[in-house]
């Protein structure tokens, strides 16, 4: 069995996702930082963060459209149709 490089990332990995955290971070400045399903914004007390998962609504985690992502709380993201490919079709 080959060795795996768990943590380890190609350079084209890495500049996608600077460009996912701007976006990202440009999201939750114009929707501020709280589910937009349940409107759940509970700060964790140990690091001060609202644990907050971006989702692509369209199951197509290339398309970074505005429109196609959404702001969910952990719970909210895991009863999407398609939360870590259950509901997607791989290609």
């Avoid at 939750?28 to 914004?41: D, Q, T």
Wanted: one cysteine or more.
């Amino acid at each position: 069995m080959g060795k795996t490089n768990f943590g380890r990332f190609r350079k084209d990995d890495l500049t996608q996702l600077a460009s996912f955290t701007r976006i990202r971070d440009r999201l939750f400045k114009l929707r501020g930082r709280k589910c937009e399903r349940c409107e759940w914004a509970e700060v964790n007390p140990y690091n001060g963060f609202i644990p907050v998962q971006i989702d692509h609504i369209d199951g197509d985690r290339s398309n970074n459209a505005l429109d196609n992502l959404i702001i969910l709380c952990p719970n909210c993201h895991s009863l999407t149709e398609k939360f870590m490919f259950y509901g997607a079709k791989r290609k």
